[in-house]
């Protein structure tokens, strides 16, 4: 009787552990590498980490883009006959873009950051202060809006203006930062930290390079046997990537929302602005008659009549007024243009890549010290980077300079001039190109063009300009150290992965 009790516990422990075995393996399959056979996130064998599933979280603010192919520029009657943008066929990834323009608050946020933390360096508060003169004229009475409309409560929720297109972009990289922040924080990883002061604050750059450490909470476990724990890294797809200005053909893209009037892959209804149709009123039953977005009608006349106000907008509105486009998003058109990222060309959509198009890019790396280290952050606490130089590149084939915002036009092999010792090096050194530096007028005289590597694109419309201004396709362009009372911006995110949203 007692062998036989013994015989059955055996079995029994037996076929437990051909039970365990057999999950182990089935859990082993999916853990161990397709090239190697060996296991994933064992310390065992070195621990090398690796999880499948990862799903990009939408970031504060955001709205998911699904990309695809559309057709860039404008296709209606170009009434300006500038023909800066004649259409062309491109793709784009997915991205995110804002719902909604930044908004006064948003920026009263980071220049209270930027005031308490950078104390000793007072320069950085005074460099992300808005302009608030742009509101002078000096035939008007804008006293007003030159006092209040960036502080006081009552425009909180209205757009921010006044901001360059440099402090626009460096508000991205803020916000970047703080969003960052803020989910090391909400996994315990980072502790709160109110007393970040001058260099010894949150960069997401510095922290991934070993150059912050902060108030440090529970750090991840290394699965590595040769250390206990470790930092966040990038591959552990935690962190966001950056905020940044939506390229042109994404702001494009995300406004004109065709999304909304495609069956499979047939668009029904070519658009003009935003919403369907080629008129400015709703069309619904609800709200017919009322208007779509906030523009000047005709001459003298920004709001329409008392008791029937047309946009009921005297100059900006909330920027959550009226109605989304089929993305979702808000004052698309109206209200306030917006800051783009490329640098602006009449010949941009001829130019650029069909594939994610963009004009603008300046390819830089880490500074090193001399031993080969990443160098020391500068006084902000950010990493610092330089272009790459052009004799590092000379075994590349996919780009041979660092700075592209020239490229094929105004570069030294598009100049209109034929002999010259200059070498783009040096082209960059003075600021420009020959083609756009030295334009020659019939007086003999040099003239320096608008068209320039600092001429930013703005888009949109806003509610000091004409219907005309309001679609999609128009462009314009002004210095990025420029500011005015109808330029305001959004924020843009690059969506990594699938195309399509939560794969």
């Not at 009037?261 to 935003?274: A, H, L, W, Y």
């Not at 034929?418 to 040096?426: A, G, K, L």
């Not at 001429?455 to 362009?477: E, I, M, Q, T």
């Amino acid at each position: 009787m007692k062998s036989n009790l013994l015989f059955s516990a055996f079995a029994i422990t037996l076929l437990l552990f051909s039970s365990c075995s057999k999950v182990k393996n089935l859990v082993g399959k999916e853990e161990r590498s397709s090239a190697t056979g060996w296991a994933y996130n064992d310390p065992e064998n070195g621990g090398f980490e690796y999880k499948k599933g990862y799903i990009q979280k939408t970031g504060p603010g955001l709205v998911f883009i699904e990309g695809g192919t559309f057709v860039l520029g404008r296709t209606q009657d170009d009434v300006m006959f500038e023909w800066n943008n004649m259409p062309r066929r491109v793709t784009l990834p997915s991205f995110y873009i804002d719902k909604t323009e930044v908004k006064n608050v948003n920026y009263l946020e980071y220049l209270h950051w930027t005031k308490r933390v950078f104390v000793d360096y007072p320069e950085v508060y005074k460099k992300a202060l808005p302009d608030t003169m742009v509101w002078r004229s000096e035939l008007a009475y804008n006293e007003p809006y030159v006092n209040n409309y960036l502080r006081h409560k009552a425009y909180s929720e209205y757009p921010v203006v006044g901001v360059s297109w440099e402090q626009a972009s460096d508000f991205c990289e803020w916000r970047t930062d703080r969003v960052n922040e803020r989910i090391l924080i909400e996994k315990g990883i980072l502790k709160e930290n109110p007393d970040q002061r001058n260099e010894n604050n949150f960069n997401t750059q510095a922290y991934l390079m070993g150059q912050y450490e902060g108030v440090v909470g529970t750090n991840l476990k290394d699965l590595n046997p040769d250390n206990e724990e470790r930092r966040v890294r990038w591959s552990d797809g935690i962190l966001l990537p950056k905020y940044r200005l939506p390229t042109e053909a994404e702001w494009e893209y995300a406004a004109l929302a065709t999304v909304g009037n495609s069956t499979d892959e047939r668009i029904g209804d070519k658009k003009m602005f935003p919403w369907n149709g080629h008129w400015v009123r709703n069309d619904s039953k609800k709200h017919r008659g009322e208007m779509m977005a906030n523009f000047s009608r005709g001459k003298g006349d920004f709001m329409g009549s008392a008791g029937a106000l047309n946009d009921a907008g005297d100059v900006t509105v909330p920027v959550d007024s009226y109605w989304p486009n089929d993305f979702g998003l808000f004052c698309m058109a109206g209200n306030v243009n917006e800051w783009v990222a490329d640098v602006y060309r009449p010949l941009s959509s001829y130019d650029v890549a069909e594939f994610n198009p963009y004009r603008g890019n300046v390819f830089k790396t880490p500074l090193l010290d001399e031993e080969g280290n990443i160098a020391e952050k500068d006084s902000l606490g950010r990493i610092r980077y330089r272009d790459q130089k052009d004799a590092e590149l000379v075994n590349r084939v996919n780009y041979r300079t660092a700075d592209n915002r020239n490229h094929r036009d105004g570069d030294l092999a598009s100049s209109v001039v034929s002999e010259t010792e200059w070498t783009n090096d040096e082209l960059r050194t003075k600021g420009s190109s020959l083609m756009y530096l030295n334009a020659q007028g019939a007086d003999n005289k040099t003239y320096n063009t608008l068209i320039n590597d600092e001429s930013r694109v703005y888009k949109g419309g806003s509610w000091k300009d004409r219907v005309f201004w309001l679609s999609p396709g128009a462009r314009r362009f002004l210095d990025q150290k420029s500011s005015r009372d109808d330029i305001g911006f959004r924020c843009a995110m690059t969506h990594v992965g699938s195309p399509v949203e939560g794969k």
